[in-house]
């Protein structure tokens, strides 16, 4: 079956880059489109941005082009980086797949990795 | 950006009964409309696609309708384990925007 599965750093200082990545398993990264989303007590879920099947990505302009995604084929990984990070950015990071890039849900996600942005 | 407003905010329930959960769209998105369930703890799980469809495995007590700006999740004879965190999502366009959520209790 289809698995994702988040790992990285549970803490990051203000300032720094927070790094993740999502390997995933039961199927082929080389199809579909890979979504990384946070949930915080304070803006809800909030999606962050994909990577699809050619490479192609697309962030959310409300984080100000602090979002690089990027994927490893040969080891059915990919990852985020999020630069120049602040407390608001702490949360709880997914990576989850959606079939296409409109109409699909995310229809699977990983368990989620709490990241805590402190000095 | 696509706006997502769900009502109510939290919402009391008994097992055996029927609730009805919005979300409205701040302009149309056709049918492109996703609902989530989501447990303390855990990932959002989906249930819906674009607006009615039932993903594999999700009980037939679930059910989604609607187009346009206005939509509605509908589950019939609530179960124990249907107490939880419903969320909406539009994946008409980019940036891909949540409702703020609805909570289901148990009353």
């Known amino acids: 079956q289809v698995q994702l599965q988040e790992s990285g750093p549970g803490m990051v200082k203000p300032a720094e880059t927070l790094s993740l990545t999502c390997t995933v398993s039961?199927?082929?990264?080389?199809?579909?489109?890979w979504n990384w989303i946070r949930q915080s007590p304070g803006k809800g879920l909030e999606w962050i941005g994909y990577i699809n099947y050619s490479g192609t990505t697309n962030d959310n302009p409300s984080l100000k082009s602090r979002v690089a995604i990027s994927v490893d084929t040969s080891k059915n990984q990919f990852s985020l980086k999020l630069r120049s990070v602040t407390a608001a950015d702490t949360a709880v990071y997914y990576c989850a797949r959606a079939l296409a890039r409109y109409t699909q849900p995310f229809d699977h996600w990983g368990q989620g990795a709490l990241v805590t942005v402190s000095s | 950006d696509i706006q997502m407003t769900q009502s109510p905010t939290s919402l009391s329930a008994s097992v055996g009964d029927r609730v009805n959960i919005t979300c409205r769209a701040s302009q149309t998105i056709y049918t492109s409309l996703n609902w989530y369930q989501q447990k303390s703890g855990r990932a959002p799980k989906a249930l819906i696609y674009?607006?009615?469809n039932l993903l594999s495995g999700v009980p037939s007590r679930f059910s989604g309708s609607g187009s346009g700006t206005d939509f509605t999740l509908t589950i019939v004879s609530l179960q124990p384990e249907d107490f939880a965190t419903y969320y909406c999502q539009q994946s008409f366009s980019t940036p891909y925007t949540f409702g703020q959520g609805t909570k289901l209790e148990i009353k």
């Open positions: 039961g199927t082929s990264i080389s199809n579909y489109y």
């Open positions: 674009a607006a009615s």
